[in-house]
Nanobody
Framework: QVQLVESGGGLVQSGGSLTLSCTAS????????IGWFRQAPGKEREGVLC????????YYIDPLKGRFTGSRDNAKNMVYLRMLNLKPEDTAVYYC??????????????WGQGTQVTVSS
């Protein structure tokens, strides 16, 4: 059974940091692009970053550069999202997703259920 499970969310004070993990089962993450997304209450889901599996290139949305970074451990079938200097506006449910291909430009086929991140002011 193909599954992605996020973990590591929680409540953190403004300025704090968190590292989210995403564990895959039923398939190998190594051949696919991995994206992180978030959805804040009342807002549409937005992409946070994507890691291309073949080139290792990481694509961010500009406002998060310098605060968020992704990494992957193909041997463990896991990916991570490290978030620094968190702000209340980062409060959202965070999702990981596995791409259709190794490139970030082809959409996503598998999604996790999400993990809640709440940043208090």
């Amino acid at each position: 059974q193909v599954q992605l499970v996020e973990s590591g969310g929680g409540l953190v004070q403004s300025g704090g940091s968190l590292t989210l993990s995403c564990t895959a089962s039923g398939f190998g993450l190594g051949s696919y692009a991995i994206g992180w997304f978030r959805q804040a209450p009342g807002k549409e889901r937005e992409g946070v970053l994507c890691i291309d599996s073949s080139s290792g290139t990481m694509y961010y949305i500009d406002p998060l550069k310098g605060r968020f970074t992704g990494s992957r451990d193909n041997a463990k079938n896991m990916v991570y999202l490290r978030m620094l200097n968190l702000k209340p506006e980062d409060t959202a449910v965070y999702y990981c997703a596995a791409g259709l291909r190794s490139s970030c430009h082809y959409g996503y086929q598998y999604w996790g259920q999400g993990t809640q991140v709440t940043v208090s002011s």
